[in-house]
Nanobody
Framework: VQLQAFGGGLVLAGGSLRLSCAAS????????MGWYRQTPGNERELIAA???????AYAGSKEGRFTISRDNAKNTVYLEMNSLKPEDTGVYHC????????????????WGKGTLVTVSS
């Protein structure tokens, strides 16, 4: 199973970016998917998460500027980021809580490598 994130880049403050992350491989089912941000010297922090049914949750400061969505048929999660601020800078990692086909290990967390978002003032 692999998670591949796309869409990061350099953007001016106030701009927008759309991240996407596709999960591939022998996937039986994906429960929750989410986006996390990591900056140097800090642990990953949750930005937003979405269940397979479409229920969403956001870190308090991100709701209203960020929108998470997913396409279950494509095993893909998106993060639309608007009104970006320099403090949004970081490596954005996607996460999927999923079950691999044919394995008895149950649902496990899988991580993508991350995509760098840099917001300049």
């Amino acid at each position: 199973v692999q998670l591949q994130a796309f869409g990061g880049g350099l953007v001016l403050a106030g701009g927008s970016l759309r991240l996407s992350c596709a999960a591939s491989g022998s996937i039986y089912r994906i429960n929750e998917m989410g986006w996390y941000r990591q900056t140097p010297g800090n642990e990953r922090e949750l930005i937003a998460a979405i269940t397979s049914g479409g229920s969403t949750a956001y870190a308090g400061s991100k709701e209203g500027r960020f929108t998470i969505s997913r396409d279950n048929a494509k095993n893909t999660v998106y993060l639309e980021m608007n009104s970006l601020k320099p403090e949004d800078t970081g490596v954005y990692h996607c996460n999927a809580h999923l079950m691999v086909t044919g394995q008895d290990s149950g649902f496990m967390n899988y991580w993508g490598k991350g995509t760098l978002v840099t917001v300049s003032s």
